[in-house]
């Protein structure tokens, strides 16, 4: 129990000040949604309204730094924290904490609830990050589009909406080094074709070629800017009949290619594509001479999906010569560790490595037991991400530039919908517990019926350019790709 104490309260939606008595100390919390409680946020986060669930009575917070406090009154146990006066308190708390309490107005009187904190971190995060909303269907989707969302505020934009194009899919989308100025993306069915868009240049890309076994599909930027690591991927769904996992996304085959973004050619290396192996998700080393990807035994597929485990590889890539190394290192030996790796991705700093791992398979975003894992890269020491895991899906995870912060896809609400988590790496590579993408309304993961899919870090925000890039992908014939031989 907590001692008796005496606290001015201001009652906001009244407009007048209130010196409340405390007459209990309670040491457990209420239930708060989101669940905010000792999570490490950066010093511009929008404010993390949350509700406070079975509210018998009134209720206040006080949100306070060592220099700064201020009090919120609810609104049926909703808080919604004024964005000025919380913009102050993370300055004033920037590498340091801010305390949270929450006091009921009961029958007995006013009751104080044990404090929590959270911590703001002396490091930045990018601006904006940039995601997909897509109706969480298996088979049919009507509206879909690629957003940014300031993460300051609850400002979103979108970049592109499928209704530009008859609603036809687009995916896949990729940035250069976190750098809003030089994206890609995929479209699929409807004009279909890769569009690059660098500045204010916008390019569409036919890249299926007689040697590839299909148009280019999973994408990693090289640092340079001068090529883009594509996995291409004959893909199947099915649907389980029992099983935790509703579905199961798998490849019949599957390769590693590099595009050379001036020359307009693919090049790859019998390291990267053969028959015997299955090759997906690559993703480039920030000095560029490094190219990791997942390769796995190839299986007869459906009927050995379970079979399938990713490794996680690594070989030389030369960009002056577009050659590769004649050596592949094993990260991670799917054979001996017993399970199986998906996307690799490394820190911009270099240091770490951060991956998903499952019990087989390549598509874990339907693998109800996918976690996040991370390898020092000096040291060749893997870990799982304990606090940023959750008992239900983790995936599909990126860094911010200064390797500071993840953002991640994950179903632990529900286990239906995905939605974005960040959290904070230490500098021994450890995650500090993971925060939902504040949103204005408290209850709005509730109500809003759309996966988050590919969430990335971007610097700043994303010049719209969806107008000129629907008349390049409805009436440009494309640019074809050719296979380097």
Known sequence: MYKSLCIVLSSLLVGCTETVTVSK???????????????????????????????????????????????????????????????????????????????????EGWVGYAPYTMQVAPEPIDPYIVYRLIEPGYELWNKMGIYQRELATYSES??????????????????????????????????????????????????????????????????????????????????HSNSRNRI??????????????????IVTSSRLSGRDAFETFPTFSPDGKSLYYCSAEAKEMPASFEEVKYSLCRVDFDPESRSFGGQTDTLYNAAVNGKSVSFPRVSPDGKYLLYTLASFGNFSIWHADADLYMVNLQTGVHEPLTEANSPD????????????????????????YTRPYIAYIDAQGKASKPFVLPQKSADFYLDFMKSYNIPEFVTGKVKQQSREIALHAKNDKGTDVKFSK
């Open 158 to 239: 979108a970049i592109y909406e499928n209704k530009m194009t008859d609603n036809n899919c687009v995916n896949c989308h990729s940035f250069c080094m976190q750098n809003p100025d030089k994206m890609l993306f995929h479209m699929r069915a409807t004009y279909p074709g890769t569009m690059i868009v660098d500045g204010g240049k916008i390019e569409k890309l036919n890249t299926k070629t007689p040697e590839t076994i299909s148009p280019l599909v999973y994408p990693s930027w090289h640092p340079s800017g001068k090529y883009v690591a594509f996995s291409v991927n004959k893909t199947q769904q099915s649907f």
């Open 248 to 265: 199961e996304v798998y490849d019949l085959e599957s390769d590693v290619v590099v595009y050379d973004v001036e020359k307009h050619e």
């Open 25 to 107: 100390q309670l040491a457990e919390l209420p239930v708060i949604v989101p669940d905010y409680k000792e999570v490490t946020i950066p010093a511009a986060i929008a404010p993390l309204n949350f509700e406070v669930k079975e509210a018998k009575g009134d209720v206040q917070v006080r949100f306070a730094s060592a220099t700064d406090s201020f009090e919120v009154a609810a609104n049926k146990g909703r808080i919604e924290i004024p964005s000025g006066k919380w913009e102050a308190l993370l300055a004033s708390a920037t590498g340091k904490s801010i305390t949270v309490r929450v006091f009921e107005k009961q029958s």
């Open 393 to 416: 899906v983790e995936s599909y995870h990126s860094w911010s530039s200064n390797s500071k912060w993840i953002v991640f896809s994950s179903r632990r609400m529900d286990g239906l």
